[in-house]
């Protein structure tokens, strides 16, 4: 079997390296991609927009394609400026990215209104009635008749601890509940609180809020850049990005999603 060798790319941006490897014939702006390394592109890499502007300093230094006449000077093409959405890596290079490229001022305020809080995730203090010959209900029924859900469900981790929770607290507990499901048990009156996190995503920007689901507060609020936005700066380019490419529904979700855990991670530590 032919052993393919793959092409190094270094890549300088806000006074960092990064060493990747490339596929010979892949497009510069999907290895930048496929890396986690972002790169304004609002056409969606169509060299329509002219946005994706790098500068390759050494190694393999392609000719400049018709397209990126349009956008570059004679000066920038001869100092290494190419467009990353039309250059094919055929060997080793040393790119340079446009560091300022990434800042926008995010919008997370605004007008407070005032609801009726009827949170999904409730949190109970309940006093349940001990076990007793005449009694022989099993810990879940005895929990879900005191909340008052008819068909109460819990995961195994819960149903795992369940009865020594309960008997270590003398049967009075706190119990966090979705639904008909029970999501966990705590000891006692245990007072944590009930948080939840809501994300407003954005074309552009993704920010997310903790909420405190007994007052209706806002406790803290975190933003940044949208990850899909690299893939361009519309819904539709980010459309035609998904036909366009096997993976791409997958790798925009799983953007979109990265992103939002890490946000949620970081709000509520």
């Keep these: 079997m032919e052993n393919i060798k793959k092409c190094s790319i270094t890549v300088f941006c806000n006074n960092k390296q990064n060493k990747i490897l490339s596929d010979k014939g892949s497009r510069l702006i999907d290895v930048l991609r496929s890396n986690g390394i972002g790169i304004e592109a609002p056409c969606g890499g169509k060299c329509l927009c002219g946005k994706c502007k790098v500068r390759i300093s050494a190694g393999d230094i392609p000719e400049p394609s018709a397209g990126e006449f349009k956008f570059l000077s004679q000066e920038e093409i001869s100092s290494g400026s190419r467009l990353a959405c039309c250059v094919k890596v055929h060997g080793d290079m040393e790119v340079y990215l446009d560091a300022g490229g990434g800042s926008a001022q995010i919008m997370s305020e605004g007008v407070d209104y005032k609801i009726d809080l009827q949170p999904v995730v409730m949190m109970e203090f309940v006093e349940l009635e ?140």
């Design 130 to 269: 001990k076990p007793v010959v005449e009694d022989q209900r099993d810990d879940l029924k005895r929990i879900s008749d005191k909340l008052g859900i008819s068909q109460c469900t819990a995961g195994m981790d819960v149903l795992r601890n369940l009865p020594d929770i309960l008997r270590k607290n003398d049967f009075r507990v706190t119990a966090v509940h979705c639904g008909q499901e029970l999501l966990a048990i705590e000891e006692d009156n245990s007072g944590s609180g009930c948080y939840g996190v809501a994300v407003d995503i954005g074309t552009t920007t993704v920010v997310a809020y903790l909420m405190d689901l007994t007052t209706g507060k806002q406790v803290d609020v975190i933003s940044d850049l949208n990850f899909q936005k690299p893939y361009g700066s519309d819904v539709i380019s980010r459309i035609t990005y998904t036909m366009e490419h096997p993976d791409g529904l997958d790798t925009l979700r799983n953007k979109i999603a990265s992103q939002i855990n890490g946000m949620v991670k970081s709000v509520t530590q």
